[in-house]
T-cell receptor, first 113, second 120 residues
Framework: AQSVSQHNHHVILSEAASLELGCNYSYGGTVNLFWYVQYPGQHLQLLLKYFSGDPLVKGIKGFEAEFIKSKFSFNLRKPSVQWSDTAEYFCAVNQAGRRALTFGSGTRLQVQP | EAQVTQNPRYLITVTGKKLTVTCSQNMNHEYMSWYRQDPGLGLRQIYYSMNVEVTDKGDVPEGYKVSRKEKRNFPLILESPSPNQTSLYFC???????????????????FGAGSRLTVL
């Protein structure tokens, strides 16, 4: 069965620090990749997605992610975080042809002003 | 406004008392799904539906039922709730052919605001 691993469970950063959240998945075939964000008390929102083409994808609010097929990774990055980025971040993978999205366990990001 | 609406948002109930969490979407989406979110486990899929009268089990279907009699509605039914079903539940929907390769726009899920259920 496919699995998605997010190794950072809780990350604490100061404002203006750079962010990189790791995401690895186990399936070797064609995948669609996503990062969702959940702000405190809110529902999940799409941050960015990768289906094909340029492996470096840009999302909302200055986030970007890079798909490295050889490493089965889709790490999320932001050069300079803000207090408003405090949220929980979920990596998700859709295996091509499957009707499901498999989520990682999430990374709670806390940005201190 | 395009949205997925869940009710109730908060519910405290007792073991064995049947309950239904409703989910409705106004985007004419074919695909709908239920997830539960638990600390340290992320979101796990309970059931999904590709269209009216077409439902299938996700990763954690035990103790749950669903129905899809209308395109817009996808209720989650707990016939006999137990404390291990205490969780945060999310309904989500997507346009046609969710999961099909190459249908890039179809693979994005729109989530509801969540329903926090406590079973005593």
């Amino acid at each position: 069965a496919q699995s998605v691993s997010q190794h950072n469970h809780h990350v604490i950063l100061s404002e203006a620090a750079s962010l990189e959240l790791g995401c690895n998945y186990s399936y070797g075939g064609t995948v669609n990749l996503f990062w969702y964000v959940q702000y405190p008390g809110q529902h999940l929102q799409l941050l960015l997605k990768y289906f094909s083409g340029d492996p470096l994808v840009k999302g909302i609010k200055g986030f970007e992610a890079e798909f490295i097929k050889s490493k089965f990774s889709f790490n999320l990055r932001k050069p300079s975080v803000q207090w408003s980025d405090t949220a929980e971040y979920f990596c998700a993978v859709n295996q091509a042809g499957r009707r499901a999205l498999t989520f990682g366990s999430g990374t709670r990001l806390q940005v201190q002003p | 406004e395009a949205q997925v609406t869940q009710n109730p948002r908060y519910l405290i109930t007792v073991t064995g008392k049947k309950l239904t969490v409703t989910c409705s979407q106004n985007m004419n989406h074919e695909y709908m799904s239920w997830y539960r979110q638990d600390p340290g486990l992320g979101l796990r899929q309970i059931y999904y539906s590709m269209n009216v009268e077409v439902t299938d089990k996700g990763d954690v279907p035990e103790g749950y039922k669903v129905s899809r009699k209308e395109k817009r509605n996808f209720p989650l039914i707990l016939e006999s709730p137990s404390p291990n079903q205490t969780s945060l539940y999310f309904c989500a929907s997507s346009s046609t052919a969710f999961g099909q390769q190459g249908r890039s726009g179809a693979n994005v899920l729109t989530f509801g605001a969540g329903s926090r259920l406590t079973v005593l």
